[in-house]
């Protein structure tokens, strides 16, 4: 995993749009000036495939009982 992994699954709280998970990337000095706002959302859309975040309109479905 990226370094900044730990980190943005911190700031993955349901709060912060892309823009502001960009932010607070930035503002940990994680990412450089040029990773951009699209980046970020590529990331986040990977984690949710990989069920390492939810997503409130891609809910993660329960286990079968």
Known sequence: APPL???LLEL???T???AALLQGLRDAGLVADE???ADVAH???VLAAAAALELSDCPIPSAPA
Do not use: I
């Open 5 to 7: 992994a730990p980190t």
């Open 12 to 14: 993955c709280d349901g």
């Open 16 to 18: 912060r749009d892309v």
């Open 35 to 37: 990773v951009s706002v």
């Open 43 to 45: 990331l986040v859309e």
